[in-house]
């Protein structure tokens, strides 16, 4: 999968008459907890250069301090608490970056004050600040008032890093739109210039031709890389039940958009499939879009533009540890009530593949069941001008065999969740995860400024 890094500015903060030793005390406390999570996705920018022992209190470096972050081009801010803090500190960096997420948080106090000495007023000086932040406009996150070394506080910090990563994969995403939607699939339809204008996000037209024509090349040339890929394929995959040489230009369109999409700079796409590529190279390669997912390239099937849009915010919410895949809400289980089949004809990541699930390719579609666990689903989506974030959680429960590529959902109560999709504004097309998400996606549609849809909030109800 490709690597990628959130890079978090933090700015401590202390009262300017409190114990700067004691405050010292805290800050070592919490770098000691946070350099642990996540190391290889996190960079960290302190003010060790800037401030006596990086804990900022007076304002005069305030400047000094957003100059240092503006340089490094940090994607989130950290200011944490040490004590009272300075809540014109906290203002006058936070509201130096209003287009990045803000995290909020100080250390529980150990002990009230007493005429022998004084704490910290940790929490009472975080609830001055974060007011002055309402009143700069600053959008920002808070991590309850809690030990240091709690499990709160660690997934607390955990989840605003995934929401980083969330926001800053969408101000720059570009998504290769690859051919036209299917004329009948007008559910499909979206604003272009709306996502570059309200999310910053970019289309870019890709032909389906092209990569076709860039197919057959590879496949004439039969160079060692094209051959080295259509080996694994086949080792991977039975694939006695299609012709060698469509297996050939399946492998081949996987590599030929490969390379326009890095050369374009997508990180996620939207594809033609069945409408386009059957009548340019004989065979409809939904196995492409599997590949591409295991390289960390996810494409929406049908040329779902918001589909790719939520592939995007799942593979930046698992930190691109394995890929998402967007599935089809097909048929209720037959005989569980509350699970539903999360289906489609042949595009899922191979790597999610159940172990005792036989991998096929017929007629460029793969075939197997995937793995079991927990599912954070979601979809982003718009109507009337406003755009939602669709989301929930299950888990996988065992069901009858398909065909394509397939897992069953279990929720705790489907018939909310079906209501809830059907009054909109999603289609047939939800985009999933392993893991729990849940949180993530709620804090970033915050950021976003989108409706957030809880699937365990009830909604319209059916009749």
């Known amino acids: ?61 305030t ?32 509201s130096s970056f209003h287009n990045i997420p803000v995290l909020i948080w100080g250390a529980r106090d150990e002990r009230p004050n007493t005429d022998e000495s004084r704490g910290r007023d940790t929490q009472c ?30 997934e607390g910090y955990d989840c605003f890093i995934r929401v980083a990563a969330v926001l800053k994969t969408l101000k720059t995403l570009r998504i290769a739109k690859i051919g036209s ?57 039975d694939t006695s039940a ?74 930046a919410c698992n930190l691109w540890q394995e890929p998402p895949f967007l599935a089809d809400l097909t048929i209720r289980h037959p005989e569980n009530d509350n699970a539903e089949l999360l289906w489609h004809c042949g595009p899922f990541p191979y790597s999610l593949k159940a172990e005792d699930s036989r991998a096929r390719l017929v007629d460029g579609q793969e075939r197997f069941r995937l793995r079991d666990g927990h599912i954070s689903v979601c979809r982003f989506d718009d109507a009337e001008g406003n755009y939602y974030l669709f989301a929930g959680e299950g888990d996988t429960v065992e069901g009858p065999e398909t065909n394509g590529t397939y897992m069953y959902l279990e929720v705790d109560d489907w018939k909310r969740w079906e209501e809830k999709l059907m009054f909109g504004p999603y289609i047939h097309h939800l985009g999933c995860a392993y893991g729990n998400y849940k949180k993530v996606f709620r804090e970033a549609a915050r950021y976003l400024d ?5 699937a365990d909030v009830p909604g319209v109800p059916g009749l």
């Open 1 to 61: 999968m490709n690597q990628h890094k959130v890079v978090l500015g933090i700015a401590p903060t202390k009262r300017s008459f409190l114990s700067m030793e004691e405050a010292l005390r805290q800050k070592k406390r919490f770098m000691c907890v946070i350099e642990k999570i996540l190391p290889e996705t996190v960079e960290l920018v302190t003010i060790d250069d800037i401030s006596e022992n990086g804990i900022c209190w007076n304002t005069e470096e």
């Open 63 to 94: 400047r000094q301090i957003t100059e240092k972050f503006q340089h490094t081009g940090i994607d989130a801010l950290f200011i944490p608490f040490c004590d009272f803090g300075e809540e014109q500190v906290a203002a006058k960096i936070a």
């Open 181 to 237: 939607r299917p004329e009948p699939f007008m559910s499909v339809m979206t604003n272009e210039a709306d996502l570059l204008k309200r999310f910053g996000i970019t289309v870019v037209p890709v032909s389906p031709a092209e990569i076709s024509n860039g197919a057959e090349k590879i496949v004439e040339e039969n160079g060692k890389e094209f051959q080295e890929y259509y080996q694994d394929l086949i080792t991977r995959m």
């Open 125 to 154: 000086g975080m609830f001055a600040a974060t007011k002055v932040l309402r009143r700069h406009g600053v959008v920002y996150s808070y991590i309850y008032n809690c030990e240091t070394e709690s499990r709160e506080f660690a």
């Open 242 to 315: 299609m012709e060698e040489k469509k297996v050939k230009l399946a492998a081949a369109v996987k590599m030929s958009l490969s390379g326009i999409m890095q050369e374009k700079e997508c990180s996620v796409g939207a594809f033609e499939c069945w409408s386009a590529f059957p009548a340019l190279i004989g065979v409809c390669p939904c196995v492409v879009l599997g590949e591409m997912a295991d390289m960390g390239f996810p494409l929406s099937c049908e040329t779902d533009v918001n589909g790719a849009v939520t592939l995007a915010i799942l593979q």
């Open 450 to 454: 989108i409706i957030f849809d809880d």
